[in-house]
């Protein structure tokens, strides 16, 4: 069974959009009229990142040189800026310590020159550093304060950040995170006409296509991202656009286009000085050479063979654990396909031992231990075979049970659904109860007419009769009004729980992930204790399998402990915000709050609805105080609001053609010594003739059973009654709908 891995790319920011030629020719020009020191420098910065796009050699000569020159003229800024991007392309050869120490000086330099947007570039490194280390955990922690510095000053290089994080989220298996990132990257460059970020982008979303299974969209984004790079003259975007479709067409079964692609993308990576893409895109092309029919059997081994080892010589030199684990369970593949188990399982085993600290779960990866388990029970040690195949069950059923737990979210939100349409026939009750009542109302009137009219006829009878019937009226009518007080109450009540089963829908997916390792692991954990337990009682005991199960063993409890941690730390972060509201104001970060509501809604509705993709637009104000409010009710006015925009654009996309966009963009900031949050999507739009009405209880746009009329209401009744804050809306129909929240600040 053969092995393909994914080579993903931690791009570099992108600024330029000149040809790179020009570029460089034109930054030499400006070099040479330099009229400052400091001016000099930054040109040279410049001239070190379009370097590092097209020869990284030369771009570590010349980031070396420009790190002197800024220390002799004591130009801080200037020295950061050179020690980030030499970190950067120390990332790219391998040379991870050589990195982390350019970062940890460049770290202390930024601190007091209050430089936010530099303080964010180095945490883009350290993000790089641990992905290009497969610590993909690490990687998201460092990608994510970079993000947060970079949407509160619009940083230049925010599109490149959201790249990257979704990288790490790719490698992760967590491709819903992955896209929503690398939509809203795609958004900024297509905003700034940046070539160059379309570029990178659309290589990212190529990737992520292909891993989900659709491979036209996936071509369509390598090539579109080829045709990107070469107006541009981006070699490294190229390359790895090859690199992915020798993938690509790996998967599709059509070696012969993917050795191809393999070929090009290595004799580029060995141009560029990429030694990480040029060996695993070696084992690429080994694998597939392997596979072509149309080259004779014998030669056809003897060939990839030769290509394998040279991509395990490159992968040395390269030191990156995920390329070390691809040449090497590429030549244990080649191998096995010959039928020479016995060579094919050391390969396979140095492969996985270079992933022992990575956080790497995928397909590639259960596939070579299914290898590897019918290699040893191929050559009679059944127990290492059951082993391995117990651990590529543990891997695939934590990645496929990802697909379980949405439809597990599907059937909850079923079921709130329901709840809504039992919503629905409560107000048809309403309305008639009320209807009756007015009948009855009415009658009453007759008769008593009819009653009065009669008076001469026999009044204390007919005043005796009118009594009655009043009194009657009256206990109909306070049991009606009493019934529609309890109606209302439970539609406010549904409405909360259905909000609950929206939020829980959220809370599912970010939390499922990580539980799912830690089951998985800890029943294999459990087998593999039984395993050393029955080798300690066997009479012929082996040292050797004691030793490398309790490995086995010690190395699962540390899985067990990594997922743990995550695990705890998003349930934290969700009791922080769904606890039982006590009605008691407190200190609340606002962008905290939004940002966790907003991720919940988003996973809640792609739960349920697959094929639904937005592009999620964040700018939060950092220097905005916190807020004095209850976050459990303020979570819910979020919720709505955020709910709201989704279904809008939702609708829209069902009228529109493919090009159509949903977008949604979340800001806050300080507005007249107020707190504003806006929440704006490029949905349907609301009529002008309705506008006025949609704070009304029971008004909805939506068809019945698909809303309450509820929602707004309740959240205009938190913001206005229990935060004496505001509301408002900007509208206009089939364009756009943003709806503005002001809380005063209170110290």
């Known amino acids: 069974m053969k092995i393909i891995a994914t080579v993903l790319l931690f791009s570099l920011s992108c600024g330029f959009t000149w040809a790179q030629k020009a570029k460089l020719d034109s930054l030499d020009r400006l070099i040479k009229k330099a009229t400052t020191d400091t001016g000099r420098i930054n040109l040279l910065n410049r001239k070190v990142y379009v370097l590092s796009e097209n020869d990284i050699d030369a771009a570590l000569k010349l980031g070396k040189e420009v790190i002197a020159d800024a220390r002799q003229l004591s130009y801080e800024k200037g020295e950061v800026v050179a020690r980030t991007r030499l970190a950067n392309n120390y990332n790219m050869k391998g040379d991870f310590a050589a990195a982390r120490e350019n970062l940890i000086r460049a770290e202390r330099l930024v601190w007091p020159l209050n430089e936010q947007g530099l303080l964010s570039d180095v945490y883009s490194g350290y993000g790089m550093m641990y992905g290009m280390q497969s610590k993909y955990d690490s990687s998201i922690v460092f990608f994510d304060k970079a993000i947060r510095i970079g949407q509160a000053i619009n940083h230049r290089s ?7 994080i979704a990288i790490a989220y ?6 819903s995170r992955a896209l929503s990132y690398q939509q809203k990257a795609l958004a900024i460059a297509e905003q700034t006409n940046n070539i160059n970020s379309q570029a990178y982008v659309l290589t990212n979303m190529g990737i992520t296509y292909k891993v989900l299974g659709d491979f036209d969209r996936a071509q369509k984004s390598f090539f579109g991202a080829i045709k990107a790079a070469k107006t541009v003259d981006i070699k490294n975007v190229e390359l790895y656009a090859y690199s992915n479709l020798a993938t690509l067409f790996d998967a599709k079964k059509e070696y012969d286009l993917s050795y191809q692609y393999a070929v090009k993308s290595a004799e580029l990576g060995k141009q560029l000085g990429d030694q990480g893409i040029e060996a695993a895109s070696l084992a690429k092309a080994a694998l597939a050479m392997a596979l072509r029919t149309s080259v004779a059997q014998s030669e056809r081994f003897a060939r990839a063979e030769t290509l394998a080892k040279q991509a395990i010589a490159i ?11 691809q040449v090497n369970a590429g030549m244990g ?25 990575s956080d790497i779960y995928d ?110 009226q009256k206990e109909e009518i306070q049991r009606t009004l009493s019934e529609l007080r309890n109606t209302q109450d439970q539609l406010v009540q549904r409405e909360k729980m259905a909000s609950l089963g929206e939020l829980t829908a959220g809370v599912a997916h970010e939390i499922q992930n990580p539980l799912n390792f830690v089951n998985n692991f800890a029943e294999l954990g459990v087998e593999l204790i039984g395993e050393l337990e029955d080798e300690r009682q066997n009479p012929d005991r082996d040292e050797q399998l004691e030793q490398e199960l309790l490995g086995d063993i010690k190395q699962n409890l540390q899985k067990i402990v990594h997922h743990g941690k995550r695990a705890d730390g998003i349930v934290k972060s969700m009791l922080e915000h769904s606890r039982v509201s006590t009605g008691q104001k ?26 639904y993709n937005a592009s999620l637009v964040t700018t939060f104000d950092s220097s905005l105080d916190k807020i004095q409010a209850i976050p459990q009710d303020l979570g819910r006015v979020l919720l709505n ?52 009405k949609i704070y009304q209880p029971f008004f909805t746009t ?20 229990g935060h004496n804050g505001e509301m408002a809306v900007q509208t206009e129909a089939n364009q756009f709908t943003e709806m503005i929240v002001r809380l005063p600040i209170q110290t």
């Open 315 to 325: 992968a040395g030199a390269a030191r990156q654990p995920l390329v070390t684990y």
């Open 158 to 164: 925010l599109s490149s950040y959201y790249q990257n």
């Open 170 to 175: 790719q490698m992760q298996s967590n491709y």
């Open 333 to 357: 593949t080649l191998l096995k396909m010959q039928g020479n188990c016995g060579a094919a399982i050391p390969y396979f085993e140095k492969g996985f031992q270079a992933l022992t600290d």
């Open 641 to 692: 609001l955020f709910n709201n925009a989704f279904y809008a654009t939702q609708e829209k996309a069902k009228q529109q053609t493919a090009d159509y966009q949903p977008r949604i963009w979340v800001s806050t900031h300080m507005e007249n010594g107020k707190a504003e949050l806006r929440v704006k999507d490029n949905g349907t739009g609301i009529p002008e003739s309705i506008v006025h």
């Open 363 to 472: 397909e590639q990866i259960e596939v070579s231990y299914q290898s590897v388990s019918g290699c040893y029970e191929q050559v009679g040690n059944y127990r290492r075979a059951l082993l391995a195949d117990r651990k590529a069950t543990a891997i695939g059923d934590s990645i496929r049970n990802k697909e379980n737990i949405r439809k597990t979210t599907e059937l909850t939100l079923n079921y709130e659904f329901d709840k809504k349409q039992q919503l629905v026939r409560a107000e048809r009750q309403q309305e008639a109860a009320i209807a009756n009542t007015k009948q009855m109302a009415l009658g009453g009137g007759l008769v008593l007419t009819l009653l009065l009219a009669g008076v001469a006829y026999n009044a204390y009878r007919s005043k005796q009769k009118a009594n009655t019937l009043l009194e009657q």
């Open 702 to 721: 939506k068809p019945t059973g698909e809303g309450t009329g509820l929602g707004l209401s309740l959240s205009y009744d938190i913001v206005t009654k």
């Open 586 to 611: 407190e200190p609340t970060d606002l962008n905290a709050l939004a940002d966790e509501y907003l991720r919940l809604a988003y996973h809640g509705l792609r739960a349920k609805d697959k094929l």
